[in-house]
């Protein structure tokens, strides 16, 4: 039997089925200790220190017991300080970003997943770099600046050098104003070699999901093709990390299998990476399984209602503070304005989930990837964000200046924000109202520019972000940042 060991570099070893189910043993005795819940509350609450705001994170038992109680004060308080902890380390920007469908080509067999090698219902389309370059101006006049490309897993039609390809091409496209600064990329496990690709690439996060964390689910979810290997998918981190990336986002399809066992998993997941590394995940992604093609979740057992998902984002939160959270546009406009308030820091907007589908007129359904719930444009996305108190984020400085992993991580616990992300987030939301926002989107924006600019604290950042705002008003001077 393997033993618990979150510094190993095998997964049955890090994610250790024994340590998951003991830890969910004792949070289920400790669920009602108000006591032990309290101590706990009080370890992951941030705390003012010469050096800036910091705060302890939870281990994966402390944060199972938040996970598991079910006293109302307690799990109000739990939501109090995940937005204490949201607040404290990225303030009230909200990070906007779109995914880009380039291949729904798959040679797996994943249950859940309409684009499993035996749906031979959907259409089955490959962007090529005309097309990419298409969907990348569609994109751009929209106003993204972040992408996360997606991909199926198939060797011989979306091979590594494919990717590189359309990631060369992403970059390349600079129509009027636009620009794609950050490719975050979603694609199968792979190589430390093509991991070292995707690097020099210029690649922003490696992204990949877990699905489940829970072996023998997994093996049956994904019964067929290269990711039935549990153990090679779940080691792609430390793959990804040899090969030069050291932002990587970790993430589970919540509905696959019981959410308190993929929660432990989860947060050990961030441990081990931690303990390895010396970085834990730069993102962690919260997609619960969708109605999609030849796809009904209602075969599928382990659904969980809205309140338990807001439990666990915030419970994500307070284990680990300087991780990033994203939620998809796979959520309605309610459910997504319900977890900004619990620690989300990253939110798609106007996504299509099809290949090509940006390019259309109209959304199309044929070769989509799950149904979208939020159909907003961006436009409206982003006014909403406003309108709610948040400042929508098109920033990507921080990893264009190098400020990746650790050297992000130290940003974030030395309370420099205000003075880099904040200004950051205003110079680039005044790019996003100059050149794509409708009129009252941009009345609302600028608005919040003028009152959240007297938020930066050193009056020198201060001055620059205002003349540099004066200039993207005035010009066509981009892409300032600190
Ligand atoms: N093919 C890549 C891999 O194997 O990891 C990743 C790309 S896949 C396009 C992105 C993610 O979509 C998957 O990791 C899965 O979690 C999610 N997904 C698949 N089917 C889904 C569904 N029916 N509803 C919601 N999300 C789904």
Not at 90 to 97: A, D, H, K, S, T
Not at 257 to 266: S, T
């Amino acid at each position: 039997m393997a033993i618990y060991d979150p510094k190993s570099r095998k997964a049955e070893e890090f994610i250790n089925d024994g340590e998951i189910l003991e830890t969910l043993a004792y949070a289920e005795a400790n669920k009602d200790n108000a006591e032990l819940i309290d101590q706990i509350l009080e370890k992951a609450r941030p705390r003012k220190t010469a050096d800036g705001t910091v705060c302890a994170g939870l281990t994966h038992k402390e944060a199972s017991v938040l996970l598991a109680c079910e006293l109302p004060d307690k799990i109000q308080k739990i939501y109090e300080i995940a937005e204490e902890i949201k607040l404290a380390f990225y303030g009230n920007r909200i990070v906007i970003f779109a995914p880009l469908y380039l291949s729904n080509y798959c040679v797996n067999g994943c249950v859940y997943c309409p684009y499993h090698l035996k749906n031979k219902c959907i259409p089955r389309k490959k962007l090529t770099q005309e097309e990419v370059r298409k969907e990348v101006i569609a994109l751009q006049d929209m106003g993204h600046k972040r992408l996360a490309i997606e991909a199926g897993e198939d060797p011989v039609n979306n091979p590594i050098e494919y990717i590189l390809e359309c990631i060369n091409t992403i970059y390349s496209v600079h129509h009027k104003n636009g620009d794609i600064r950050r490719v975050n990329v979603n694609i199968a496990a792979t190589t430390v070699e093509n991991y070292r690709k995707l690097k020099d690439a210029g690649i922003g996060t490696y992204i990949l999901f877990q699905e489940t964390y829970h072996k023998k689910s997994y093996l049956e979810l994904h019964p067929t093709g290269p990711k039935h290997d549990y153990d090679y998918h779940t080691e792609a981190m430390d793959r990804a990390m040899d090969g030069g990336i050291d932002d990587v986002g970790l993430g589970v399809l919540f509905g696959l299998e019981l959410y308190k066992y993929e929660f432990a998993g989860l947060i050990m997941h961030a441990e081990h990476l931690e303990a390895v590394h010396g970085v834990g995940p730069h993102t962690i992604s919260v997609p619960r399984l969708k109605r999609a093609d030849d796809i009904n979740p209602d075969d599928f057992d382990n659904g969980i209602d809205d309140d338990t998902f807001a439990k666990i984002t915030a419970c994500i939160r307070l284990a680990v503070p300087y991780t990033g959270i994203i939620i998809s546009t796979r959520e309605t406009e309610k459910v997504r304005g319900r977890l900004l308030n619990c620690g989300v820091s990253q939110v798609s907007g106007g996504s299509r989930t099809s290949v090509g589908g940006y390019a259309e007129e109209e959304r199309p359904h044929d070769t989509e990837q799950f149904d979208v719930s939020d159909q907003r444009s961006l436009d409206e996305v982003v006014r909403w964000l406003m309108e709610n108190g948040h400042i929508p984020s098109f920033c990507t400085a921080c990893y264009r200046e190098g400020r990746t992993g650790d050297r992000f991580m130290s940003l974030c616990k030395s309370g420099q924000i205000l003075n880099c992300c904040h200004p950051n987030a205003l110079m680039t939301l005044t790019e996003y109202l100059v050149d794509y926002a409708s009129p009252e989107t941009k009345e609302v924006g600028f608005r919040m520019i003028e009152e959240e600019l007297g938020r930066i604290p050193k009056e020198k950042v201060r001055d620059i972000a205002k003349q540099n705002i004066e200039d993207i008003r005035n010009s066509n001077r981009r892409d300032f940042r600190f």
